[in-house]
């Protein structure tokens, strides 16, 4: 099964060259030693919002062959925790494929994962990391997670059953655990700075129990909060030690409205 693009021509450009070319303007001009990370969050908004962090990130991180690319549900379709086993996910850039054998041992090894393409037809979060990921490498294959809303244990089981599953199949090294997720959504800049602030330092002491309970309390609207916190509970699982905060910035820096920004956070888990 071919799943096709619905961010194309709207989040990102709808032609490879476009693509390149906007990645080539997002690129740090001082470019780091790339990093062999466990784990990652990047944001999904419209590159000409969001890009530039999410590219700050992906610039640095060694690119291993299986991610497991793990995403909040905007569109309320499908089941809880959504996961696409088959098939192939087009791009502008290209088709990456699904890493079938990895996402059936992980439907095989949960009890929370369910199969369920309806989730993944019209969200558009997973998607919009791959023509990134594709810029800087063509050696890789994914495993697309939807998390709805689902309870700390239930985050932590998930996690500990992800981990458990890639180092029986021996593929520690050769996986890397991304989260999609923006920060706060349509607040003043200072309330975003305020906000995220908080959640941020929750995931750099890689706390998901803190990041769950610190955006509850303050109400503060990151669309991926549980499949990051997934994420960084694997990470922790699989021995990483901080979360280092790459860039952040919000929609004021294109809109230039600093009355109502969405939040944008990269972070590096090692």
Request: aromatic share 6%; proline share 3%; hydrophobic share 40%.
């Amino acid at each position: 099964m071919l799943r096709e693009s619905v961010a194309s021509g709207k989040f990102y450009p709808s032609s490879a060259a476009a693509i390149r070319k906007q990645i080539n303007s997002l690129l740090p001009k001082e470019r780091a030693q790339k990093s062999s990370a466990i784990a990652a969050m990047l944001p999904h908004a419209g590159y000409i919002y969001s890009g530039e962090v999410a590219v700050s990130v992906i610039a640095q991180l060694e690119i291993r062959k299986n991610i497991i690319l793990l995403g909040p549900n905007h569109t309320g379709i499908g089941k809880r925790v959504s996961i696409s086993s088959k098939g192939k996910w087009n791009t502008p850039m290209g088709d990456v494929e699904i890493n079938e054998e990895i996402a059936k041992a992980f439907l095989s090894n949960s009890e929370i994962l369910e199969e369920d393409i309806s989730a993944h037809v019209y969200e558009h979060c997973l998607e919009v990391e791959l023509p990134i990921l594709q810029y800087f490498s063509s050696d890789f294959k994914i495993v697309p997670i939807v998390v709805g809303q689902i309870s700390l244990s239930e985050i932590l089981k998930l996690a500990a059953d992800l981990v458990k599953t890639i180092k029986t199949a021996d593929l520690v090294d050769e996986t890397l655990f991304l989260a999609s997720s923006d920060m706060t959504h349509y607040e003043s800049q200072q309330e975003a700075n305020s906000k995220d602030k908080l959640a941020i330092s929750q995931i750099e002491k890689l706390s998901a129990k803190g990041l769950i309970e610190i955006v509850s309390k303050n109400n503060i609207s990151m669309c991926g909060v549980y499949p990051t916190a997934v994420v960084i509970e694997a990470a922790r699982i699989l021995g990483a030690k901080k979360a280092e905060l790459i860039k952040y910035e919000t929609s004021a820096k294109a809109s230039g409205d600093y009355s109502q920004v969405v939040g944008y956070a990269g972070l590096i888990i090692k």
